[in-house]
């Protein structure tokens, strides 16, 4: 996944979050988990979304799972 010459486009927090929404967590799930605000989360989604050139969550995770940006175990 992440080789040393591979630079992630995600942030570490970015990538928590895509974790977690691959495993089916809320945005107010994610928030509480992390202990931060629903806002702080969908802005989090929406950098990504933008980053990817997708227009929804969905793409998003399949063009990171695509990537190899994250995984589903």
Known sequence: MNSPQH?????????EIFQLLILDYSTKDIS????ISEKTVRNHI?????KLGVSSRS??????L????????
């Open 32 to 35: 509480q988990k992390l202990g």
């Open 7 to 15: 630079r992630s486009l995600l942030t570490k927090r970015e990538r």
């Open 59 to 64: 793409q998003a995770l399949i063009e990171l």
């Open 46 to 50: 929406s950098n990504t979304i933008q």
């Open 66 to 73: 695509r990537l190899e940006e994250l995984s589903l175990h």
